[in-house]
Every structure is written in C-alpha cells, then in structure tokens.
C-alpha cells in the first residue's frame, strides 16, 4: 500500500492519454508511453526525466491493467524504484467507478427524479414557467397565447 501523495505513470500510447486521463490531483499523472516488450532502458530513462526521486511512490497504469504494467513496474523495480505498483484494471477499471476529476462515477441506470430539482433552479414558483420564453418577452411567450385579446402575462390578474 502506498502512503501519502504518488504519481501515476500513465503507459498507454499517447493518443488514448489525449483522449482521456486522470486529471486531479493536477500534475500527478505523466504520460509515459511503453509497450510491453518495448526497450526498457529507453522507458525507465523517460520515467526519470519525470521523477527523479527513486523513493516517490508512483502506480503504473496502462489500458486495462494487463502485462503491459505488470512489465512496466518490474523495469522500474530492476532500476531502483522502491514505491512502484500496477493499477488493477488500468485505466478501463478507473474509469467504471471514476471519473477523470476523482469523483464517483453514479451508478449505472435510468435516473429518477426526487422531486426536489427545480427548487435549484426557481422554477418551482408559480408562473414563473409559464411565462418563460427564450428571449424574456413574456407577451409573445408560449404560454401567453389564448390570453384575451390586449391582455399579456404582465397585466395584473384581475
């Protein structure tokens, strides 16, 4: 278990990092791109441009968490890191239960509203959504048709 803040090194290629990646704490994930079977000299010399403390507790993530970080991880023990772990099911499983800013993801299903939604946003007021319209001209507004002739949703009802 790692203690305190880490880094994630994210080794997925690096277009799949631009489409998507793990955005709080900001500055935390670095892309470092690695292909299982790649040249891990090149990878673990890339790796400490971005973190040259060898004792900074960094988890490893690739797209799914499958041997390409498993492999990632063991180069990174072999060089010296001493804080090195994989992501179980990478970025994939990451992003089931979260999303991109730290926040759980709700579960999965239809949304039912509690009733309690348009307290936000006023229009729980009575008229208030009657006399609504795109532009704020409550004499032409939806609403305001079939309305005496002359008589607008401003004249004070009577």
Same mark, same amino acid.
């Given at each position: ?10 080794? !997925? ?34 790796? $400490? ?30 060089? *010296? ?13 990451? $992003? ?8 759980? !993801?709700?579960?999965? *299903? ?39 002739? *002359?008589? $607008? ?6």
């Amino acid at each position: 278990m790692l203690d305190g803040p880490c880094t994630v090194l994210d080794i !997925r290629p690096s277009h799949e990092y631009d489409e998507g990646r793990i955005t709080k704490p900001p500055r935390k994930a670095v892309s470092v791109p690695f292909a299982a079977g790649q040249d891990g000299a090149g990878f673990v010399g890339r790796v $400490s441009q971005q973190c040259t403390n060898k004792a900074a507790s960094l988890i490893v993530m690739c797209a799914d968490g499958d041997r390409g970080s498993a492999e990632a991880a063991d180069l990174l023990q072999a060089a *010296g890191y001493s804080a090195v772990m994989q992501m179980e099911g990478g970025y994939a499983g990451y $992003s089931k239960v979260w999303g991109p800013s730290g926040k759980r !993801r709700p579960p999965a *299903g239809r949304w039912v509203s509690t009733g309690k939604e348009a307290l936000k946003s006023g229009l729980n007021v009575p008229g208030a959504a009657d006399s609504y319209d795109e532009g704020g001209n409550q004499k032409t507004a939806k609403y305001a048709e079939g309305l005496p002739p *002359g008589q $607008s949703l401003l004249d004070p009802l009577n």
